[in-house]
């Protein structure tokens, strides 16, 4: 795809935080004041990505790309929670995520070290390091227009889950016997061709497909 230019790359970071503010009010107005561990949910969430993309020596396991890459965006939500939190977001972070090339193939071996670095780097310093991040993101490979549409898709479906009891308890999470990310990353592959609409019309979807869980 085309180089994304500077101006663009901070666009889509501003899109980003704007949401992400917009869902973290949702969960707690003060959220800012809580003092959340927002490094341990990150490293919590890689071992939860080396699930999905398999470990174990002693039996057969085929990586859920689709599963790993929603993962890695669970934790840019953290992530950008902290930046935001501790106050502006440095102002190399886009330059950074639109550095990372999607040219490659998967090295297995490459992005479960890549993965286990950025989670000792969360329990070492109790902060998100960025450049461990990127790396993560190119070993999968992922890309920064990748990481923004992927972002905004499990956006939406983290405010549905919040507006439909997801904080009390009440949310069901199994839809016709499949999690949620599952339905998302269906809708995402039919929505693709309007992205201006994907934020609506994916909300609308998901709310369909829960009518019927």
């Known amino acids: 795809m085309p180089d994304i230019s500077a101006t663009q790359a901070q666009t889509m970071l501003n899109t980003m935080a704007v949401m992400q503010e917009e869902h973290n009010l949702l969960v707690h107005a003060q959220w800012r004041e809580q003092g959340f561990e927002f490094y341990r949910a990150m490293w919590v969430e890689c071992a939860e990505m080396l699930d999905h993309f398999g470990w174990k020596w002693w039996k057969q396991q085929s990586p859920d790309i689709d599963q790993v890459k929603l993962e890695l965006v669970d934790i840019w939500h953290f992530a950008l929670s902290e930046l935001m939190r501790d106050g502006d977001i440095p102002?190399?972070?886009?330059?950074?995520?639109?550095?990372?090339?999607?040219?490659?193939?998967?090295?297995?071996?490459?992005?479960?070290?890549?993965?286990?670095?950025?989670?000792?780097?969360?329990?070492?310093?109790?902060?998100?390091?960025?450049?461990?991040?990127?790396?993560?993101?190119?070993?999968?490979?992922?890309?920064?227009?990748?990481?923004?549409?992927?972002?905004?898709?499990?956006?939406?479906?983290?405010?549905?889950?919040?507006?439909?009891?997801?904080?009390?308890?009440?949310?069901?999470?199994?839809?016709?016997?499949?999690?949620?990310?599952?339905?998302l990353i269906e809708l995402l592959a039919e929505l693709s061709d309007d992205p201006e609409q994907l934020p609506q019309r994916l909300y609308a979807g998901l709310e369909a497909r829960y009518a019927t869980a």
């Open 91 to 183: 102002g190399d972070v886009a330059e950074q995520l639109a550095a990372v090339a999607a040219d490659q193939t998967t090295d297995a071996d490459a992005f479960r070290l890549a993965i286990e670095t950025l989670a000792g780097s969360c329990l070492q310093t109790r902060s998100f390091d960025i450049q461990a991040f990127t790396a993560a993101m190119a070993t999968l490979p992922m890309d920064y227009a990748e990481l923004y549409a992927l972002y905004i898709g499990k956006n939406m479906l983290n405010r549905f889950r919040q507006n439909n009891g997801y904080k009390s308890g009440e949310y069901k999470k199994l839809w016709q016997g499949r999690e949620d990310n599952e339905h």
